[in-house]
Nanobody
Framework: QVQLVESGGGLVQAGDSLRLSCIAA???????MGWFRQALGKEREFLAS????????TYADSVKGRFTVSRDKAENSVYLEMNNLRPEDTAVYYC??????????????????????WGQGTQVTVSS
């Protein structure tokens, strides 16, 4: 059973923008959600999280000010708006959630250890 499906990745040039989407199973509508990425040969990295209502967000320092996470509960979707992309942003991007994230804050959801469900990922490649 597919729980999370990402889309929106692609090949862009440095300085461009992309908007990633994640459609979640309806049962996750009151769960905090997170975005992560994993570059080739590197560990998975937390990027941003959003609480169950969409009113509270947390960002990694590496993307703060460039990336924006949002959600549309009516569409069971979470988005990651990425601006001013850099070659070092090249990675596979994942959305995720977990059974411990029901009605929790975005700050609590910044801990990678609380995630249980992951999408298949979408590739983002930024050329210089």
């Amino acid at each position: 059973q597919v729980q999370l499906v990402e889309s929106g990745g692609g090949l862009v040039q440095a300085g461009d923008s992309l908007r990633l989407s994640c459609i979640a199973a309806e049962r996750f509508k009151n769960y905090a959600m997170g975005w992560f990425r994993q570059a080739l040969g590197k560990e998975r990295e937390f990027l941003a999280s959003i609480n169950w209502s969409g009113e509270n967000t947390t960002y990694a320092d590496s993307v703060k000010g460039r990336f924006t996470v949002s959600r549309d509960k009516a569409e069971n979707s979470v988005y990651l708006e990425m601006n001013n992309l850099r070659p070092e942003d090249t990675a596979v991007y994942y959305c995720a959630t977990g059974y411990r994230l029901y009605y929790v804050s975005a700050l609590y959801a910044s801990n990678v250890g609380v995630y249980d469900y992951w999408g298949q990922g979408t590739q983002v490649t930024v050329s210089s």
